[in-house]
């Protein structure tokens, strides 16, 4: 009888283990990927407003023009990609996000930056 209750108790001791295991690893890839996502919000050194296109002005067009900015080391942006909005307000995103300088760093990043639109 005390080996059966032995056997209970270790593999209560085994799934223990096995849960407090898979948590460290967990908080272990959660702790890594936030610094590695911080590394890529660059801080703002200037920015420059968006025309607002006159066509979208005359059809009463707004919302939020998500754009991916490729910045160079230097902080200069060298390509700007729409990720959603309406297609009429993209591009005048593009070309002020263009315009934008950022705050220098070791290595070329990709930064994500929304641009509201409202009239």
């Known amino acids: 009888m ?3 209750r032995f056997d209970i108790n270790t593999l209560r001791l085994r799934r223990a283990v ?10 272990l890839v959660v702790t890594l990927a936030i610094p590695a996502r911080a590394a890529d919000d660059r801080a703002v050194k200037t920015r420059t407003a968006p025309v607002y296109p006159e066509i979208a002005k005359r ?3 707004t919302g939020v023009v998500k754009v991916a900015a490729t910045v160079d ?3 200069k942006v060298s390509d700007v ?4 909005g309406n297609r009429a307000l993209s591009p005048a995103a593009e070309d002020a996000v ?3 300088r950022f705050a220098p760093a070791p290595d070329q990043s ?7 639109f409202t009239l």
């Open 2 to 4: 005390n080996t059966n």
């Open 18 to 27: 096995t849960a407090l295991l898979q948590a460290a690893a967990l908080a």
């Open 110 to 116: 990709t930064v994500n930056v929304e641009i509201n």
């Open 81 to 84: 990609k729409t990720l959603s």
């Open 73 to 75: 080391p230097d902080g």
């Open 59 to 61: 059809m009463k067009i």
């Open 98 to 100: 263009r315009k934008w």
